[in-house]
């Protein structure tokens, strides 16, 4: 069994997060498996051929992620008749559910296994289950799993009738209802209640326990000064008591769920008067059709306090990346890395926002600076026109990665980062990028955090020294990778032409597109 058993395969990288915890099962449970990263919609061809010869290949299932391509797994079933399970991802504004939908509905004939919205484990199980039938080691396997989760539930439930015995021990609770048949004999006035139910166990309507003795019968509610027939009762005044219900307690706070060493900072949501407020009321100050001068627009940018967190790039922390996604759904401004260099982001649907990176750049709207940074390439079908087929096998190679592609952009789209006809689009190869994306749902504008006559920013120090008390948030994560910008190709017209080369040499982008590229100068 040293060859791939299970097939993974992902439409974009940006789908690996939710996958990982899913291959790690895989890992723990010893099931061999190979991960693809092939698109429904940019490599359909070779999706359909690799799907042809799985069987052939000793593929016996299939984990598909469907994130923003959510025919993927459909498209996969449409071409094997191994079985195809699906994990929906939820890395669109509908967060999974259109793939949720689309994945159960698949037509007669080729069906889709699907699990819950990122549920990648269960995929891992479920699979293993499928190998157990013919492959008896996974059959121990999946045994010990079980007995394992029974365990832990277990001892959670014993931890529960610790923490509330009379809430969770029945031998506590007063109330219950008996066993029908036996309740007009136990409330016989002559039958003794602990002989029929002290051993049985059974807590009778009208009854209560003494100590661990028998059960005795419950006076039924009497107006007060009613006799009982009982001396000791009758001797006092009896009086109506409403017992008040106890009061439930506060919820815990996350100091006391949490030891301290595993709780995580608290981050503060931007306050109510942040950055946009502040430059909104700047700019509708001026009057109209003036640009306003640098020192103007510094003076009004002075009361913006510039947040950094140190991040992780192996395991960025959710908390952080939250607070970043939140300062950019404000109209704020976050600098994160990039594979390449540091980049200054807003969210290239707002205007405003657009308008005051290029304030604090210190750009103009025609120099064509802005890139648009997309975390999945699902999301170019709503930005550009066409993706010429010459360049999709560019795509599939460079992306993510430092490849900016010019395409010819929809009319009236994002014509607050460019009124051209044409838009700049990558995918960054950074896992704090990408994330951070995925949160946000939204293209991002980005430009490179860069003053005039200085090299691009490759590390967070250089950009606090440049950009502090003008933006929100950054996101240091230590030097960049490349330390060079992202080379540019411009897709419009054929032969294509470079316009930069950065990161990904000339004579690489020549070797693959060939005669449909010029030479480089």
Known sequence: MAKALVGVILGSRADFNVMRRGLESLRMMGVPYALEFLSAHRTPDRLAQWARKASDNGIEAIICGAGGSAQLAGAVACHTLVPVIAVPIDSTPLRGQDALYTLVQQPLGTPVATVGINNSENAAFLVAQILAIKYPAFREVLA???????????????????????????????????????????????????????????????????????????????????????????????????????????PPSDEDLAPAMFMKPRIATPTPRSARDVVAEFLHSVEPGRRPMTAEFDKALASVETKVFQVDRAEPDEDVLSHAMMVLLEGGIVAFPTDTVYGLAVDATNADAVRRLYEVKGATASSKSLSILIHDGGALDGLVKEVPPPIESVLDVYWPGGLTVIFAKHPNVLASVTESPSIAIRIPDDPIALRLMAMVQKPLAVINAAVPNQQPATDGKQVLERYEGKIECLLDAGPCRSGKASSVISVITEPYELLREGAIPARDLKRALGDKMKDPV
């Open 144 to 250: 010990h799993t079980r007995a394992a989760a029974a365990q832990r539930l277990d001892a959670t439930g014993k931890e529960l009738v610790g923490e509330f015995p009379d809430l969770c021990d029945p031998a506590r609770t007063t109330g219950a209802s008996a066993p029908r048949g036996r309740e007009e004999e136990d409330t016989d006035p002559g039958s003794d209640p602990g002989a029929r139910n002290g051993d049985s166990g059974v807590i009778r309507p009208g009854a209560r326990v003494v100590g661990n003795s028998k059960l005795v019968p419950t006076p039924r509610p009497q107006e007060p000064g009613t006799p009982t027939g009982d001396p000791a009762l009758d001797a006092e005044t009896p009086t109506l008591v409403v017992p008040r219900p106890r009061p439930y307690p506060a």
